[in-house]
């Protein structure tokens, strides 16, 4: 996929390079706006699974796909694909909230997925946090709040047209 700009930023994929800034921005939003709605041990496995080198290495082998959104340099957003059609990982530095910067990055990632990779879904786990946020970009919820290893989802899903 080339790069696309959308407002004053960029998106596209990722450079291995991106792989350290996007996990920091990544760590900080999640704190500030998920950590909240988590235990103690669903942060702790947040962070393990950010920080775990099976999926730095997945991510150099292709496996796990992140598309970002740059802004004079900076990872101002990123969201990651996984087992085939699943949004993994989606978040926006809080500095670009409500600027069409996470719409953005699922419009790249379902535009790949539809006419790349032949997918007719899009498949999430929501944080409470976002769940209105993907409900709005058309995603449905398929299963009710779950939590798991103290991680709460609601598993949502669109259909790619």
């Known amino acids: 996929m080339d790069a696309r700009s959308a407002g004053t930023y960029q998106i596209r994929w990722a450079h291995d390079t991106e792989w350290a800034p996007a996990m920091k ?5 999640f704190l500030k ?3 909240k709605d988590y235990t ?6 947040f962070f393990d699974f ?5 999926l730095y290495t ?3 082998r292709g496996s796990y796909q992140m598309m970002v959104a740059v802004e004079g340099g900076r990872i101002i957003g990123a969201g990651t694909i996984r087992g085939g059609n699943q949004l993994s ?3 926006v530095d809080e500095d670009y909230h409500h600027r069409g910067v996470g719409r953005a990055i699922i419009n790249g990632l379902s535009r790949y997925l539809r006419e790349e990779a032949g ?3 899009m498949s999430l786990k929501a944080a409470p946090y976002a769940v209105d946020f993907y409900r709005k970009l058309g995603f449905r919820a398929v299963k009710p709040e779950m939590e798991y290893s103290g991680i709460r989802v609601t598993e949502m899903e669109k259909v790619l047209f």
């Open 25 to 29: 921005m990544i760590w900080r939003t």
């Open 33 to 35: 706006f998920e950590g």
């Open 40 to 45: 103690r041990e669903g942060i702790q496995n």
């Open 50 to 54: 950010i920080t775990d080198d099976e």
């Open 58 to 60: 997945a991510f150099l």
């Open 89 to 91: 990982l989606l978040f």
């Open 119 to 121: 997918e007719r879904r």
